[in-house]
């Protein structure tokens, strides 16, 4: 009886062909899913816009917190009007002390105001600020001193400066204020305003008046949509 002799190859190749059927049998993964480069960027906005947000929040509570505390507001800084009042009267009120040399610099500005059919002129010092808030003080005692009816219900908003015009943007209680005036006495009062200006605020030569950030409507006692100046002096 003869024997068939095996090829000793034959086992390992017959291995190896196994092995390949296997893997060809095997489920190929999924491909991976990339996230779209728009979403990324939008997700890495979203991230830095709320550090901003918090941060800038985080910082206003802790200045807040520090300045209530007045860790951080320095003497004779003045946020408001409260703040103005409080240093004039401690001014008032603080004996002579050459030696000190310690003063708030104030400035001494002449105001033109109605009284009686004419205009006026006084003398008054205030705390030297910023030229905007100067002029807020400047006009808010013009219409004090002027006892103007329903002045309180005036507010000068915003003062705006460009070269020699200045923006002054009122509420709308300035329209109902002039016209309860009449045209004689809200010529008077806006030639104290323009001429307070003018003297004290170079260089400033006009003015032009807004109502509620707007331009003035038409049909005034006077004309508040043009600018206004006073004559040259000769």
Same mark, same amino acid.
């Given at each position: 009886?003869?024997?068939? @002799?095996?090829?000793?190859?034959? %086992?390992? =190749?017959?291995?190896?062909?196994? @092995?390949?059927? @296997?893997?060809?049998?095997?489920?190929?993964?999924?491909?991976?899913?990339?996230? $779209?480069?728009?979403?990324? &960027? +939008?997700?890495?906005?979203?991230?830095?816009?709320? &550090?901003?947000?918090?941060? =800038?929040?985080?910082?206003?509570?802790?200045?807040?917190?520090?300045?209530?505390?007045?860790?951080?507001?320095?003497?004779?800084?003045? !946020?408001?009007? !409260?703040?103005? @009042? /409080?240093?004039? !009267?401690?001014?008032?009120?603080?004996?002579?002390?050459?030696?000190?040399?310690?003063?708030?610099?104030?400035?001494?500005?002449?105001?033109?105001?109605?009284?009686?059919?004419?205009?006026?002129?006084?003398?008054?010092?205030?705390? /030297?600020?910023?030229?905007? %808030?100067?002029?807020?003080?400047?006009?808010?005692?013009?219409?004090?001193?002027?006892?103007?009816?329903?002045? %309180?219900?005036?507010?000068?908003?915003?003062?705006?400066?460009?070269? !020699?015009?200045?923006?002054? %943007?009122?509420?709308?209680? +300035?329209?109902?204020?002039?016209?309860?005036?009449?045209?004689?006495?809200?010529?008077?009062?806006?030639?104290?305003?323009?001429?307070?200006?003018?003297?004290?605020?170079?260089?400033?030569?006009?003015?032009?008046?807004?109502?509620?950030?707007?331009?003035? $409507?038409?049909?005034?006692?006077?004309?508040?949509?043009?600018?206004?100046?006073?004559?040259?002096?000769?």
């Amino acid at each position: 009886m003869s024997m068939v @002799r095996r090829n000793p190859y034959q %086992d390992e =190749y017959e291995a190896l062909v196994e @092995r390949k059927q @296997r893997r060809s049998r095997r489920v190929p993964p999924e491909p991976r899913r990339r996230t $779209p480069l728009l979403l990324k &960027c +939008f997700s890495w906005m979203g991230v830095i816009l709320l &550090c901003f947000v918090l941060g =800038y929040l985080g910082t206003n509570i802790l200045t807040d917190t520090l300045n209530k505390k007045l860790l951080l507001k320095p003497e004779n800084r003045v !946020e408001n009007q !409260e703040d103005l @009042r /409080a240093m004039e !009267e401690a001014e008032r009120n603080r004996p002579a002390s050459p030696a000190s040399g310690e003063s708030i610099q104030q400035i001494a500005l002449s105001l033109y105001h109605v009284k009686g059919d004419t205009v006026v002129e006084e003398k008054r010092k205030f705390v /030297a600020r910023t030229k905007e %808030d100067n002029i807020k003080d400047a006009l808010d005692t013009v219409f004090s001193l002027s006892g103007i009816p329903g002045a %309180d219900q005036v507010r000068l908003l915003h003062v705006f400066r460009n070269a !020699e015009t200045a923006f002054l %943007d009122f509420s709308s209680g +300035f329209v109902s204020t002039l016209s309860s005036l009449g045209q004689r006495k809200s010529l008077l009062l806006l030639t104290s305003i323009v001429r307070t200006m003018q003297d004290n605020f170079s260089p400033i030569t006009q003015v032009r008046f807004l109502i509620d950030s707007k331009t003035p $409507p038409s049909g005034s006692v006077v004309d508040l949509t043009v600018p206004w100046k006073m004559p040259s002096r000769s």
